[in-house]
T-cell receptor
Framework: SQKIEQNSEALNIQEGKTATLTCNYT??????LQWYRQDPGRGPVFLLL?????KEKRKERLKVTFDTTLKQSLFHITASQPADSATYLC???????????FGKGTKLSVKP | KAGVTQTPRYLIKTRGQQVTLSCSPI?????VSWYQQTPGQGLQFLFE???????NKGNFPGRFSGRQFSNSRSEMNVSTLELGDSALYLC??????????????FGPGTRLLVL
């Protein structure tokens, strides 16, 4: 069956550390993978997109990797801040479906 | 540019009633997608509209329907409401339909509570 899983529901880290979030999928062939941030009571906000032929993408303190062999994406936030506390969602852009397929998200809490 | 707007923001209904939710996309965006978000199931795709045509549909019963108008505004309707329909309903717009790496811009959602 097709699955998309984000490794943990919640992740607690100390300010200044690097947060690493994992997204694994099975029986999908995404051409793209996207990461979104969602704050309580708000809709998701786009952060980064990575293509299947890209290994890594960076934007300021954010870094995304995409390994189509392992069927895994890693999302890193370096020098994390309390303002980074939110739920982070990965989403597959699956060729055959034409719509985004979302993981359930990881709730990140950055403590001062 | 104004973002995606959704009305109403909050709604309380009782079982058996029907509800209509509205979404206005970002100006110039012709694709509108709807999602249901619950704590247990996460974000689940309902349907996508492009140029007034339903292009794609998720695995939801026929009680869930939608439409898109010529100005790209979209509505979704849920008939015969069930307790399990309580959720945050999110609308997202993009320039062109999904499947091609398009970024989706989400609205704030409509929180529906079915009693």
């Amino acid at each position: 069956s097709q699955k998309i899983e984000q490794n943990s529901e919640a992740l607690n880290i100390q300010e200044g550390k690097t947060a690493t979030l994992t997204c694994n999928y099975t029986n999908y062939s995404p051409a793209y993978l996207q990461w979104y941030r969602q704050d309580p009571g708000r809709g998701p906000v786009f952060l980064l997109l990575i293509r299947e032929n890209e290994k890594e993408k960076r934007k300021e303190r954010l870094k995304v990797t995409f390994d189509t062999t392992l069927k895994q994406s890693l999302f890193h936030i370096t020098a994390s801040q309390p303002a980074d506390s939110a739920t982070y969602l990965c989403a597959l852009d699956e060729r055959s479906q034409g719509n985004l397929i979302f993981g359930k998200g990881t709730k990140l809490s950055v403590k001062p | 540019k104004a973002g995606v707007t959704q009305t109403p923001r909050y709604l309380i209904k009782t079982r058996g009633q029907q509800v209509t939710l509205s979404c206005s996309p970002i100006s110039g965006h012709r694709s509108v997608s709807w999602y249901q978000q619950t704590p247990g199931q996460g974000l689940q795709f309902l349907f996508e509209y492009f140029s007034e045509t339903q292009r794609n549909k998720g695995n939801f019963p026929g009680r869930f329907s939608g439409r898109q108008f010529s100005n790209s505004r979209s509505e979704m309707n849920v008939s015969t409401l069930e307790l399990g329909d309580s959720a945050l309903y999110l609308c997202a717009s993009s320039l062109v339909p999904g499947g091609g790496g398009e970024t989706q811009y989400f609205g704030p959602g409509t929180r529906l509570l079915v009693l």
